[in-house]
Each structure stands twice: as C-alpha cells, then as structure tokens.
C-alpha cells in the first residue's frame, strides 16, 4: 500500500491535510488558524462551578464557555496532581520529576466531586475532546504526554502494551525494556509502532517526553489561570507521530516555513524518511494538481456514489448519524437477489469505513444495509466491516445486524465532524437565478477592450473566455478578432478556458497579470 501526505496551508485560514493510501483520499485533516483548544493541550484551569447532580465540574480554561470535567474524567492520582501543584505554586518542590513525592491514595471510584475539587481551586487539565457545536470542551485531569513509540503517564508505575502488539515474547521484551528505564512514579503506554523498537529509539522518544514534563514543571510554577502551560504538537506533526511508517513514499507541502518543520521533525523521528519530504512549487493549488480536491467534492455532501451505481445517503442530526445502502440502477440477479445484496453490502461497507475516517464521524452511527435473509451473510457482512474499520485509528464499538438489518457503530469523537460544502454558488448569477443576456454579451467585451488598447494602452492583451465563446470569436474569414485588429492594429489573443461559466470573461497584460475593470 503506497501512503502519500499532502499538506496544503492557506493564510489565515489554516493547515489543511489529506492522507492519500494508493492515491484514494481516506483522512482529511483541518487545523483553523489560532486553533488554542486541540486535544492534548494542557492548561491552568479554575474550577467555577460544582455541580453534584452531574458528579461534574465546569472549569475556566479560557474559552467563551466554561469546559466540562467529570468526575470519572478526574484519573485515580488527582490528589497527587493537585499536591504537586500547591507545592510547585508556594515554590516549595525543586524537583523536576516526582522522586520525592510522596502519591496520595487513589481517589474511590464510586466518589462524589465535591469530596476532590472545591470552587476557585487551580488545577491542571488536558483537553479531552475540542469544542463541538454548542459545547465547551471536554476535560480530563488524568495527564499524560504522548510520543512516537511511547506515552508517559505520571503519578503511576504500571506499564501497559497496545493490545494490537499480538505476540507474547515481542510484549515481554518490550516491557523489560521500559520498565528498566522509566523513571519512579511515571507509568508508561507502550504504543503498536514500538513493536521491534530497540532500546536507543524507546529510550530517545522517552526522554523526550520527560524533558516535556520538566518543562511543564517549570512553567506551572509562574503560570496564571486560564494559561496554556503545554502545548501539543501542531496538527501535521501530530499525525506524522501517530501514522508515519515505512510504506509513506512522499510528502508533500506547499508552505516553507511548514515545510521545514515537518523535514525537521522526521529527521528527529526517522531520519531514514527525511528525502521523502518535499517542497511543492506547481503553479496550480497543491491539492488541485494531485486530484484531492476532486475527490473532496466527490466524497462529500448528502450522496456517496459507488462503483456500479449503488449510492448511500449520509444524514446528520444533532444525536446521531445515519447512512442508508441504496443498490440505485445496479442490474440485480433475480436468480439470486440475497448474492447481489451481499455484493452491494460489501462494497457499501468498504466506502463507510472511509467515510467515517474521512468525515471523522464521530458518536452513533445507524446503517442501513441492503436486507438480507441468510445469517451466513449477515454474519460475513459483519466481519468484513470490522475488517475494513480495522485501520481506524479512533475507538470504535461495531454491533452485529439486527433482524432489521442494522448496523450500529459507536465512534470515538474529540474533534468537530469534518464539514465541507459540495454545493457552489452559481458564478454566473450569484445565487440570483438570472444571467447577464448573452446578446449584449459581445458589446461588453468590446467596450471593455476598446478602454483598455485606447484608454490603458495595454499591450500584449489576452482575452480568456468560455471555449464556445473563443470558438465565435475566431471562427469565419473575417472574424471578429480580426476586425479588432483592423480596428485597434493590436492582436488580441484568446484563450479558451473550460473551467470559466457561459458569460464570464477577464482580460490579462503581457505578464499575466489581470487587467482590473
């Protein structure tokens, strides 16, 4: 499977990134411009409310809505976490790891917030899902630092493995290694890309996390609510973290400053991948040169269409998702009706997983398959999903059919759904419905020209137009390009561009550059 990362920024707008595997856009990637608030951020927070029948607290963290932190979002140490703040604010703990301090007990799981936190208390969050429509974010105070190979988890000791590292004697090795080298009261998650890492790279990403932790130490001691005191990797780094592997075989951006983060960051990460980073120099926009951008129209909006004429209908609300299966204008066997609807299913089936990555669907998600009556099917159609979603780096819950033929997913959400708008304004009226008359059409461009040789005393005029209009223009002996040359003595050239509505047309100077009216 050949991985391609396109990564195209726009000022003032933000980094937007696709993720292409075998040229096929699965992932795309927006990271606003400002964006204080992504996951993993950790800030100086201030309680403001307790709120005992939620068994939750609201915290300032900046935003224009107070962020939500429940008590099972609290971690077993928020004692610890709390201690190690009080002391780190009156300057009193000069240690930059938790060698010497002594953990508090782990909080009862069944507990009531207001036993733990108290109005007005500084506490350090971590930003567990972003804000989402009308709500504020989601907050966990149970901390952790991600890395490539490894996630260090302070106020513990126990280290876990990646359930997907399958092997027995591969997750023994890997966790003697950490054990050997974690410090005291840090915990550590070893991560599926760890599998046959050797101590130098574990130790390295390790280290690296800890320096964050010290420095996170350091700035909690003069920080003020509600202050970002760590930050997490931009957008672009992040997902090179979490998915970059041998088989990527180009990436490619379109900005030199992000350009040379990203170069910056694989040589520290993977030096070996360092020369499949490259700087994109193409005259048209990055994602319309690699065909993103039409994949984006494409698999965007109400209707997903399928190979063979099957289509799915994707609706949203406000609780959930729904996708419907429709085998369209597909010639069904009659013979063998409960074939072909496998058949549709299957390839249903394959399309949603990408979907769901695509869009970041997030919540429950209802499908709607194609009715089948044998359970041999329902059952191969059910693991054939799981299958396709077995690439999804979000947590997922997939439920068998049900007798109706539903599917019922749930899906990890931390980000807003990926949302873009497929349908355009019409260029030629504006939304207004009405056009310009085509009859006057001819008399505007030559008014317009006649300004601009006798008026401007442009030369080297180009005239870009619909093809259909070029073709009049230039067609016939005496055409009328040839009559502005006996007019004006000037040749005017005319370019042909499809991609231009029936009435548009636009003058440019021998340099290319536009010719404002």
């Known amino acids: 499977m050949v991985k391609e990362l396109i990564i195209d920024s726009v000022p003032d707008k933000g980094v937007t990134i696709a993720l ?63 201690k190690l703040t009080r002391v780190v604010k009156n300057g009193s703990y000069q240690e930059k790891l938790l060698n010497s301090l002594k953990l508090e007990k782990d909080i009862d799981k069944a507990g009531k917030i207001s036993d733990v936190l108290s109005r007005n208390m500084l506490l350090p969050v971590q930003i567990a899902k972003e804000p989402i429509s009308t709500k504020g974010p989601r907050l966990s105070s149970d ?8 996630v260090l988890v302070p106020f513990s000791s126990s280290v876990s493995i990646s359930k997907k590292i399958k092997g027995s004697a591969e997750r023994n090795r890997l966790k003697k290694i950490v054990e050997s080298i974690k410090p005291a009261n840090f915990g550590v998650i070893i991560r599926t890309v760890s599998e046959g890492k050797g101590v130098d790279e574990l130790q390295k990403d390790l280290l690296d996390l800890i320096s964050k932790w010290e420095l996170f130490t350091k700035r909690l001691k003069t920080a003020e609510p509600p202050q970002k005191v760590l930050g997490e990797l931009d957008r672009a780094s992040t997902i090179l973290r979490d998915i970059l ?52 129209k ?31 204008n ?3 066997n009659k013979e063998n009706q409960e074939d072909n609807a496998l058949l549709v299913n299957k390839e249903a089936a394959k399309e949603i997983a990408r979907q769901l990555r695509l869009r970041d669907m997030g919540g429950i998600v209802v499908i709607d398959f194609i009715d089948m009556h044998k359970a041999s099917n329902r059952k191969e159609l059910y693991g054939f999903l799981k ?101 004006y003595w000037k040749w005017i050239k005319v370019k042909e561009m499809s991609s231009y509505h029936l009435t548009e047309f636009h003058f440019f100077n021998s340099k290319d550059e536009e010719i404002k009216l």
Not at 143 to 150: N, P
Not at 260 to 280: A, R, T, W
Not at 306 to 314: M, P
Request: proline residues 3%.
């Open 387 to 487: 299958e396709c979603m077995a690439s999804d780096r979000a947590r997922h819950t997939i439920l068998p059919p049900s007798k109706f033929g539903l599917v019922q997913i749930t899906r990890q959400r931390v980000r807003p759904e990926m949302s873009i708008v497929t349908n355009e304004k019409c260029p030629a009226c504006d939304g207004t419905g009405e056009i310009r008359s085509s009859i006057v059409l001819l008399d505007d461009i030559e008014n317009n020209l006649s300004f601009i040789l006798q008026e401007q005393n442009e030369v080297g005029v180009t005239l870009c137009v619909h093809p259909y209009i070029a073709a009049y223009i230039k067609s016939g002996f005496i055409s009328r390009r040839m009559k502005w040359f006996l007019k």
């Open 20 to 82: 292409l595997q075998d040229k096929q856009l699965v992932e795309l990637n927006r990271e606003q411009a400002g964006n204080h608030y992504a996951v993993g951020d950790i800030y100086l927070g201030r309680v403001k409310k307790i709120m005992p029948g939620l068994n939750a607290a609201f915290v300032d963290v900046g935003y224009e809505k107070d962020a939500f932190l429940h008590y099972l979002d609290l971690g077993p140490q928020v004692q610890s976490l709390i």
């Open 298 to 328: 494409a698999s965007f909006g109400k209707t997903v269409n399928l190979q063979g004429g099957a289509y799915l209908v994707v609706e949203h609300t406000e609780a959930l998702h729904v996708i419907d299966v429709n085998s369209g």
């Open 330 to 332: 597909r010639i069904a």
């Open 245 to 296: 592997t041998d088989e990527f075989t180009h990436i490619y951006v379109n900005d030199n400053e992000i350009y040379e983060e990203v170069k910056s960051y694989i040589q520290e990460i993977s030096p070996d991948l360092e020369k499949i980073v490259k700087f994109y120099k193409g005259k048209e926009p990055i994602f319309d040169h690699f065909g993103v951008e039409k994949q984006i």
């Open 143 to 150: 901390l952790s630092i991600a890395g490539r190979f490894v």
